[in-house]
């Protein structure tokens, strides 16, 4: 079968090295998925689009994963995903049932990898097919709908609306490209920078500047928090695991990993809503909802399927429309176009054999984690404990490695680099939101041609509301997201005001 | 009504339509959250004194000052031995290393030389890497 070309001992190799190092980051609190692909990301480069993409997704289903490891044995997320999986886990892990807590957790983060690849894999070409069909006109209304997804979901909507526009203004710095239909044109470039920034800011040294150094800075200003040592870190040797547990939980997990799914499907929301959501579904419908947060089996389940669930979900708007689903896939743009391949509706018909490989690598790293840490568990334990003094100082060699080769030597992109590290922590002082920024950021220039091009032949902004019904739907989409988080917004604030009325009447 | 929202597109200045777009929403958004948010603005003075306060000076601001020092040092470096990557290689140990000294806590020789021998041998074999079998040219 020709199709299975691509399976060379190589690229099994990088998927299982990707898988190793990604559930190392993911396990270290500090580090995430999203830095562990931006740090590998130049490594890519001259592995071709197949084996770079082998290890990139390696790397993001073991970062994924990985967060489980500190969560449980220590109560602090390895990655802001696991964060509801503290609130079982640890529990566990004190009363000496580390083990058996870690090995649901990695039961769970099995099935909701597997699951929502099978929905990637039936979904992506479906909507891609889809799209095809799309012209400017809906191009433009569905980037603009990805935008509204993300703002509304935002901690505050009006600063992330506000951050996904300061993303596609900053991006529209430099030239308004020919080959894209643009007149050639330059505009906003600050004096004295018209050399650097001909084409703007590239987007891998921004996005490893924002991942990379800013998490660092952010670690740096609150001191280096100190390692865990070897001894605190309590496997419990006499807790057994037994796949009992998970009798009576397939719903459970068969709904938290598609709740984690359908949010890795919407545009920028990142993982911890995944397990949130999947946490709290978990938690309603449970016969004991007081049990949870108190080392219920079910809140480890449902938090770790829903995180896993996002990473197959996250890749269907990247492969079927060239959207990205969360921060990680935004870099894996990035990987793209180290390739010179354009992601896209037509990305799958183009590239049959790459779509296989991606789904066979996404396939056997979800196995290779799950051999991984269920047979390794109490060597992975020990990771949390490898000091960040020595490995933060050479992830900020390999962010610099990545800026200066990704255009082949350019010293401005290191800067750019540097500039978007600071911006980084300057945005969550600011709370501004990142993703949305990040969003904004890649698909600002695609918006700008959708936009011109559409009132350029239709010669009216009716256009965008009369073009078809898939416009129309759109819109009503839209419309929706904002009123929707508008009403959120609201509950939430009526909430907190009868919890103060409430803390007021003693 | 429909006259209302024609457009016709000047190809010579269409470049700034978008952009000017985007910093109309951008005023209008900002003005509504410095509105909204004056309070928290008229404050933020105390935040930044707080933040500046607490944080962990030497070793952010050390992190930005070593960062910039080895930015600026590495293409001169490299100019001495053009198209070797050399000044990649030489500067990065030492910033390493630098950088590995201000984040550790207790520093004391026997803890450093775990950190020191990560300072030479990770920039060596990145080095080695990318020179050779890469072939991507570092500076």
């Known amino acids: ?506 | 009504m429909a006259d209302l929202f024609k457009v016709s597109i000047d190809f010579e200045t269409s470049h700034l339509i978008f952009p000017r777009l985007i910093i109309a929403i951008l005023l209008v958004l900002g003005t509504i959250i410095v509105i909204r948010n004056r309070q928290a603005i008229a404050g933020s003075g105390a935040m930044w004194a707080e933040t500046l306060r607490r944080m962990d000076k030497p070793r952010f601001l050390g992190t930005i000052a070593l960062t910039v020092i080895y930015f600026l040092l590495m293409v001169p470096v490299g100019d001495i031995w053009p198209n070797t990557g050399l000044g990649f290689l030489i500067c990065s140990i030492p910033f390493v290393a630098l950088i590995g000294v201000l984040y550790m806590h207790e520093r004391s020789l026997r803890s450093m030389i775990p950190m020191l021998i990560v300072a030479v041998v990770a920039p060596a074999i990145v080095w080695w890497l990318f020179t050779y079998v890469f072939a991507l040219t570092l500076p």
């Open chain 1, 1 to 506: 079968m020709p199709i299975l070309e691509f399976l060379t001992p190589m690229y099994v190799f990088l998927i299982l090295a990707g898988t190793l190092v990604g559930i190392i980051f993911g396990a270290i609190p500090g580090m995430t998925a999203t830095m562990a692909v931006a740090v590998c990301l130049p490594l890519t480069y001259s592995l071709g689009l197949d084996n770079g993409l082998a290890l990139l997704l390696g790397l993001y289903v073991g970062g994924i994963s990985g967060g489980l490891v500190p969560a449980i044995l220590l109560g602090i997320p390895g990655t802001p995903s696991s964060i509801t999986t503290t609130f079982d886990g640890y529990p566990m892990a004190q009363r000496g049932e580390g083990e058996k807590a870690l090995r649901i957790g990695i039961v769970s983060s099995l099935v909701g990898g597997l699951i929502s690849l099978a929905a990637l894999f039936f979904f992506a070409p479906a909507l891609a097919e889809f799209a095809i069909k799309f012209s400017y006109v809906e191009k433009f209304l569905i980037i603009f709908f990805a935008l509204t997804v993300m703002a509304a979901l935002s901690e505050d909507m009006l600063l992330g609306i506000f951050s996904g526009f300061l993303g596609i203004f900053i991006s529209l710095i430099g030239v308004y490209d020919v080959t894209d239909g643009g007149n050639g044109e330059y505009r906003l470039i600050p004096p004295g920078l018209e050399y650097w920034l001909d084409y703007g800011f590239s987007l891998l040294p921004v996005l490893i500047g924002l991942f990379g150094l800013a998490t660092i800075l952010e670690a740096a200003e609150v001191g280096m928090p100190k390692g865990q040592s070897l001894k605190d870190i309590k496997v419990g040797a006499h807790s057994r695991f037994s796949w009992g547990v998970f009798k009576g939980q397939v719903t459970n997990l068969v709904r938290s990993s598609g709740i984690g799914t359908f949010v890795g499907i919407l545009p920028g929301v990142g993982g911890s809503a995944a397990s949130i959501l999947s946490y709290t579904a978990a938690k309603t419908s449970s016969k004991n909802p007081e049990s949870f947060g108190k080392g219920n089996p079910a809140g480890i389940i449902a938090s770790e399927s829903g995180n896993n669930g996002l990473t197959g979900g996250a890749m269907v708007p990247l492969l079927s429309l060239g959207i990205p689903g969360d921060a990680t896939t935004a870099l894996l743009i990035g990987a793209f176009t180290l390739q010179g391949v354009q992601v896209g509706p037509l990305f799958i018909g183009n590239n049959p054999a790459t779509w296989d490989s991606m789904i066979i690598a996404m396939l056997l790293a979800n196995i290779a984690m799950f051999i991984m840490m269920y047979f390794a568990i109490r060597w992975l334990a020990m990771v949390v404990a490898v000091p960040k003094h020595i490995l933060f100082p050479v992830i900020l060699m390999m962010c610099v490695i990545g800026a200066y080769t990704i255009n082949y030597g350019i010293m401005f992109d290191v800067w750019t680099l540097l500039i978007f590290g600071i911006f980084g922590w300057l945005a969550t002082k600011l709370r501004l939101e990142v993703a949305p920024f990040i969003i904004g950021f890649i698909l600002g220039p695609s918006a700008e041609i959708y936009f011109i091009k559409s009132l350029e032949s239709f010669g009216t902004l009716t256009i965008f509301f009369t073009k078809s019904w898939i416009a129309m739907l759109l819109w009503a989409l839209i419309l929706g997201s904002v009123i929707g988080s508008i009403m959120l917004a609201r509950r939430k604030a009526a909430l907190e005001l009868a919890q103060a009325q409430a803390q007021a009447e003693p």
